[in-house]
């Protein structure tokens, strides 16, 4: 397997990695994690695509790399109100999540 082609693949496999973390709670889409994880791959992707001549996909992924490299507008304000010493609210998480699922169950018991 040719070196660009192992690029290629981990970097596909580190956006879905940050797509599945989302998805089942484990990393906030508004995180720094997520949008370095995707800068990462897109970054990656694009160089698989420039070398291939796959120009729809180096679009797409010039897209992506833009995405993880600027915050989105919702994380330059939560980065402020940190900066400011303002109140940020708690991460959820998956073992939150079960817990109050777990709560509620037993609450509708009695």
Same mark, same amino acid.
């Not at 660009?4 to 889409?29: C, P, Q, T, V």
């Not at 990656?44 to 001549?53: E, I, N, S, V």
């Given at each position: 397997?040719?070196? $660009?082609? $192992? %690029?290629? $693949?981990?970097?596909? #496999?580190?956006? #879905? @990695? @940050? &797509?599945?973390?989302?998805?089942?709670?484990?990393?906030?889409?508004k995180? &720094?994690?997520?949008?370095? $994880?995707? /800068? #990462?791959?897109?970054?990656?992707? &694009?160089?698989?695509? =420039?070398?291939?001549?796959?120009? !729809? /996909?180096?679009?797409?992924?010039?897209?992506?790399?833009?995405?993880?490299?600027? !915050?989105?507008?919702?994380?330059?304000?939560?980065?402020?109100?940190?900066?400011?010493?303002? =109140?940020?609210? !708690?991460?959820k998480?998956?073992?939150? &999540? %079960?817990?109050?699922?777990?709560?509620?169950?037993? #609450?509708k018991?009695?």
């Open positions: 397997m040719h070196p $660009i082609e $192992i %690029l290629g $693949i981990g970097s596909a #496999l580190m956006a #879905l @990695a @940050a &797509f599945a973390g989302n998805e089942w709670g484990y990393m906030r889409a995180g &720094f994690w997520y949008d370095a $994880i995707n /800068f #990462l791959s897109a970054v990656g992707l &694009f160089a698989y695509a =420039y070398t291939q001549g796959v120009v !729809p /996909f180096m679009i797409t992924n010039s897209v992506w790399v833009r995405r993880g490299w600027v !915050p989105s507008q919702g994380r330059r304000r939560w980065l402020a109100r940190r900066v400011r010493g303002e =109140y940020v609210e !708690p991460r998480t998956l073992r939150g &999540f %079960l817990e109050r699922t777990r709560e509620e169950k037993i #609450l018991v009695y």
